[in-house]
């Protein structure tokens, strides 16, 4: 297994060796000691490694990943899983803002908490978040889906599009073209199949209230002015 | 005797006129705002209200059609491994599939390969058939981030990341439903026949110290091969500069207030941003007090028209220009030919703009299929080609009748002003004098 220590290696370097592998690599297992904050760790990964990151790490952690499983031991700042394309990051700490923003696939598990914006923009990646979620997020949500366990702050979803909250916890308040949605069936799967490949057991996804677009906004109408 | 009033003249108000009253009635009746596609129409200094001193006696002019004058231009010196190396210093600015018909992209890059230079992405992605007719792509990171995708970046020649645009700088797009087909949705990720509202500012960074994190992100990701571009809208430009270089950029894009867009506020379009010829001095200013002219090259553009204005922005500091609408009408946008089919539309070839309506004649803006089948890619691209090879043919002239052997040569000396106002935007003399106004101020 190849282990780079951030401590001897540069950034550069360890990225380099990451995207050096193809998809049919035999050196899949992959641990990086002593982030110790750094910006962009892991980012363009384009192959199925598995990464341990022995640390906490600043920005853009995991950006655009594709097929890797990325697990940060630590806390994660801004960014986190930025346009993920496919794959799964895990943060095992507390994330910052922005986290999963405009993600397009795959699947990001927050332990701890996020700050604001959590999945803005988030265009089909699924999030879930067994802490708090901060103000503004899932801001102009397109597609994909936001799992919170915990409670969420102002403005969630607003000028939210066709993706799908579920919060467990208390809403602070919703955002403009936001509103809460029966929880049906279909739902209840779908929050289960989440919770299931996120490897999070014994929750219960009818626990969950869901939130999504109200669609009044989709085509400009002059008396729906006060809304913006 | 008896007295006549004598009859009054009816007289329009300069304030209330036709189109403003017009406007009034629109507003009134439809209840929105006008949207539109271009860039400002109202007029303001331009670079018409410069001219060149060509040579005589205390300059030595060169000789046309013997003596050399190049037009090459590298841009992305600053870091990057693979900097940019194109044949003139003209480029084709950032427009959109979605925006524009597939035809009209692949167009553009079959234009730009065969004059040399590079075209570029647009909000919406970057399709296979522009990457595949590009010789030199350069792939605009947008706040949108509609179709973004890791792959396409490392396809890229090089990344501009899109902070404004001088149509509408602090402002944000509106792409109405109609204009939305099954393709255009599927690369949004969005509903089809929606409006699709692009994002104001980016969605993952706040400020100048972020960018300059998120702009490390992109170099990692793309193995530091690639020139970042800075693209800002002209409206603080020396301190966006400033801040852009700070931030890491190897190329700053400056786009001024006749840089046109794909579809907002005509109030925006026409109220918000500094005219292109006020950025340029603003910018080269920052880039010479950092140390950087010539460094971080710059891209100046908004309303670039002909060889004469891509020689005065040269003059006055810019590395090269970058053109939009003017490339769209070398395609054939707003032909004379189909002015019948304008009239169908309520208006006349040279003031169709209403590009977000997806009803273009010339299959340029629109994603009609019937329509866009109207524009030949290759004729079109032709076209484009001869129309940046002669603005390039231009430049050159003017370059060597002021005794310059590289069109980046030419310098503020070369230039005098027909106005005050443009005197004190340019930096250069009132003509017949001395006087520059301002000088000295940001």
């Keep these: ?228 | 005797m008896t007295y006549h009033n004598p009859p009054t003249t009816p007289r329009k108000s300069a304030v209330f006129d036709d189109y403003t009253l017009s406007e009034i009635r629109r507003a009134a009746s439809t209840g929105i705002y006008d949207i539109r596609g271009g860039g400002a129409k109202r007029k303001v200094p331009h670079f018409d209200d410069l001219l060149f001193l060509g040579a005589s006696m205390s300059r030595y002019p060169l000789e046309g059609y013997r003596e050399k004058c190049s037009t090459t231009v590298t841009l992305g010196t600053r870091y990057a491994k693979k900097p940019i190396e194109l044949k003139i210093p003209i480029t084709v600015a950032g427009m959109s599939f979605g925006s524009l018909s597939a035809n009209a992209k692949e167009a553009l890059g079959r234009g730009a390969t065969i004059a040399g230079t590079s075209t570029t992405t647009g909000d919406g992605g970057m399709t296979p058939e522009e990457r595949g007719q590009s010789q030199t792509l350069v792939y605009q990171y947008l706040p949108s981030r509609y179709g973004m995708n890791p792959d396409d970046l490392r396809k890229a020649d090089a990344i501009e990341v899109v902070v404004g645009q001088g149509a509408k700088p602090g402002g944000g797009g509106m792409l109405l439903g109609q204009k939305i087909s099954d393709r255009v949705a599927e690369m949004r990720t969005l509903p089809k026949g929606i409006d699709q509202r692009s994002a104001c500012r980016h969605p993952d960074w706040t400020g100048p110290d972020d960018l300059e994190i998120k702009i490390i992100e992109l170099r990692e990701i793309t193995d530091w091969q690639k020139p970042i571009y800075v693209k800002v809208g002209g409206a603080r430009p020396y301190y966006d500069v400033a801040l852009a270089v700070k931030a890491g950029a190897d190329v700053v894009v400056v786009d001024g207030m006749q840089g046109g867009t794909a579809a907002t506020q005509e109030v925006f379009i026409e109220h918000v941003g500094q005219p292109t010829l006020a950025c340029i001095r603003p910018a080269v200013q920052a880039l010479q007090d950092l140390g950087m002219h010539r460094k971080v090259q710059l891209i100046i553009s908004g309303g670039i028209r002909n060889g004469a204005d891509v020689a005065k922005a040269l003059a006055l500091g810019a590395d090269a220009v970058s053109v939009g609408s003017a490339a769209l009408v070398a395609l054939g946008d707003n032909d004379p030919a189909l002015e019948s089919e304008y009239q169908k539309l309520n208006t006349t070839a040279g003031a169709y703009d209403d590009w977000h309506e997806g009803r273009d004649p010339a299959g340029i803006t629109t994603q009609d299929p019937e329509l866009s089948k109207r524009l030949d890619p290759v004729l079109a691209g032709r076209r484009l080609a001869n129309y940046l090879k002669v603005m390039t043919l231009e430049a050159q002239t003017i370059a060597r009748a002021c005794g310059h052997n590289h069109v980046h040569n030419l310098e503020p000396e070369d230039l005098c002003a027909l106005t005050i106002e443009a005197a004190a935007m340019a930096r250069v003399p009132l003509a017949g004098t001395s006087w520059i106004p301002g000088q000295g101020n940001l």
């Design chain 1, 1 to 228: 297994m190849p282990t780079v220590d951030l401590a001897t290696t540069s950034l550069r370097e360890l990225n380099e060796l990451l995207h050096k592998q193809g998809a049919g690599t035999n050196e899949t297992q992959w641990e990086i000691l002593n982030p110790k904050g750094r910006h962009a760790v892991a980012v363009g990964v384009d192959a199925p490694l598995n990464i341990d990151i022995k640390g906490p790490v600043g920005y853009y952690v995991a950006g655009m990943n594709k097929h890797a499983n990325i697990v940060v031991h630590g806390s994660a700042g801004p960014g986190a899983a930025e346009n993920m394309m496919s794959g799964k990051v895990v943060v095992k700490g507390d994330v910052s803002q922005y986290a999963g923003a405009t993600g397009r696939g795959g699947l990001l598990v927050v332990e701890g908490n996020a700050s604001s914006r959590c999945g803005i923009s988030m265009k089909g990646i699924d999030i879930v978040v067994k802490g708090n979620i901060g103000h503004m997020s899932a801001f102009m949500a397109q597609t994909g889906n936001l799992v919170v366990f915990g409670d969420a702050g102002d403005a969630l979803g607003d000028s939210i599009y066709e993706a799908r909250l579920f919060v467990r916890g208390s809403v602070k308040s919703l955002g403009a073209d936001c509103v809460e949605k029966e929880m049906r069936d279909e739902h209840l799967d779908l929050v289960d199949n989440i919770l299931q490949r996120s490897g999070l057991n014994g929750v219960k996804p009818k626990d969950f209230r869901r939130y999504g677009s109200s669609r009044k906004l989709y085509n400009f109408n002059i008396d729906n002015a006060d809304a913006y």
